[in-house]
């Protein structure tokens, strides 16, 4: 199924406690790329840079199969600049910066080539410009995924409800999902975020797993026990990668297939806390990626028929 | 397999955000024995009461096979009591009185029909009791069970460690394993634990499931997401109970079947917390557990076959 993908491509400086970066690419929509190439190869990138992204960055995608025409370049631009500096748990983080630069002027035209993809992966990003992308389409996407944050149920509330009404899966960590539902329990914040629009609910709990609420349906995927994480940055975008790679492979969008995207996407983002950055997901082979998702089968793996 | 429990009776008074009981029956090897006597019938009580424990209460566990042989009642004394309130997320607790009464010269000697018992479950007690216990024991048990908390690694740290070297399993919660460690990874701490003694570290993270470690094996099991918990007393124990019930019907301490094991207790767990105390536990079908296991089996149950 021919994927679209929106969302920011910058750069990244990144404090953790276990070292420092000044600078490395990063960005919703790299993220997802990078994952998602994994297992797609036409994929159609909405996103602006300045003239300062890398060529190589660039070329390294191409070579995966990721589409840049629709990626606008801004030659005398400075492309997104984000910092930010992580507290010892690794759950909380600091920004330190946030230069817009050229985002501040993202108003994306989509290539007509793009305007007839099946599956659109909305990346975190301002909710006016996910909803441009999703009024561009010359028809209604088989399967629509939004990202999003608390920053934008803060300061744009009214926009993400109207994006969330055009959506069918809705990726949200657990604290967002309480927020924007105003539920402490996640099982009414799914009812109550389905009825605002997604018929899919995947709460993302980072070291604890990812929840997929459906309707009656709920499925619980654990997140491999890591000896450390290294860097969390991008994790939530390189699993959203996986999920939305998958599913435009096996051309499948069943809850049941849900589920197993939810597995490639948890696999890739455990890749992706090894080392700053996209790094791990640039050297990543196809074999590694087997052998992990071997590992989540083994560590959710039980056996019931002993049960009185 | 016979199964000795060793743990406190005793009355509680809970508020939660959802309404309050002055007075309730609980203590840790009341939950252990109500969640165990669904699965196993000969239950070696090990415990002290005063003589204003109701006789129903005792009636009605001993119907269910359990032996208080091993319960030492003080008839002028006063049962342990405890009472806590519960924060508006659950998670955390203020204790509000702690009374000992006749817990403060709890030292048991076990009839000598309990000295042959093959699993011993050490509930949450002073660890200098709980080796008092193993010391009378006939021959070491096929299988020694322990659960803990912080507590007793502020006040009786020396103690603890000397008890974790006759223990096999032992059963705390995500932050008591940091402590212990002194490590914020779980894989770390679970590293670090298995050396002090027990060969088998479950990690208990309520809302977020539970992790079993042995060697270099790892399962992670969900919690089912609730729509609401009431009171969440009693839940780690009652979790206790289904896991050292499963194994002792099922005679077999293999890994494997502690996996099983471990979704029988948080299902077990589940109910607990749907009622003040162990009322949930005390009209519980074996239709509802079956029930409820299925749900965990649904839960977690994907398909891998159709990934690259």
């Known amino acids: 199924m021919s994927l679209l993908v929106v969302g920011t491509m910058a750069f990244d400086a990144l404090e953790t406690p276990f070292g420092k970066v000044d600078r490395i690419i990063g960005g919703s929509a790299t993220y997802v790329a990078w994952s998602a190439s994994n297992f797609y190869h036409d994929i159609k990138q909405v996103s602006i840079i300045g003239g300062d ?6 070329d390294n995608l191409a070579a995966r199969g990721v589409d840049f ?9 400075k492309s997104f600049f984000w910092s930010g500096r992580y ?3 690794m759950n909380t983080r600091d920004t330190l910066v946030t230069d817009l630069n050229v985002l501040a002027q993202f108003n994306p035209t989509l290539p007509e080539s793009y305007r007839d993809s099946e599956i659109v992966m909305l990346g975190n990003l301002v909710p006016a410009v996910q909803m441009s992308v999703l009024n561009q389409m010359r028809q209604r996407p088989k399967l629509v995924i939004m990202d999003t944050m608390n920053f934008w149920m803060e300061v744009a509330l009214d926009d993400l409800k109207k994006v969330l009404t055009m959506v069918d899966v809705l990726m949200v960590n657990d604290s967002e999902a309480r927020e924007l539902s105003g539920e402490h329990s996640l099982v009414k914040a799914a009812m109550k975020i389905q009825a605002m629009g997604p018929k899919y609910l995947i709460i ?10 459906h309707e009656k349906n709920v499925f619980y995927a654990p997140a491999l026990p890591l000896e450390d994480v ?4 991008g994790a939530g975008d390189t699993f ?20 197993t995207a ?3 996407g948890s696999a890739l983002a455990s890749f992706c806390v090894e080392k700053f950055g996209p790094t791990r997901l640039q050297e990543l082979t196809k074999e590694e990626i087997d052998q992990r998702i071997k590992e989540f089968v083994e560590l959710v793996n039980f056996d019931i028929i002993n049960v009185a």
């Open 53 to 58: 992204f890398p060529q190589s960055e660039i």
């Open 240 to 259: 959203a990668g996986g999920f939305v790679g998958h599913i435009a492979r096996t051309k499948d969008i069943s809850f049941e297939n849900m589920k």
């Open 87 to 89: 507290h010892m748990d």
């Open 69 to 77: 025409a629709g990626v606008e370049v801004v030659k005398d631009g």
């Open 262 to 264: 939810i597995i490639v």
């Open 230 to 233: 290294f860097d969390p940055t």
């Open 204 to 213: 993302k709990k980072g070291e604890h797993g990812a929840l997929l609420f």
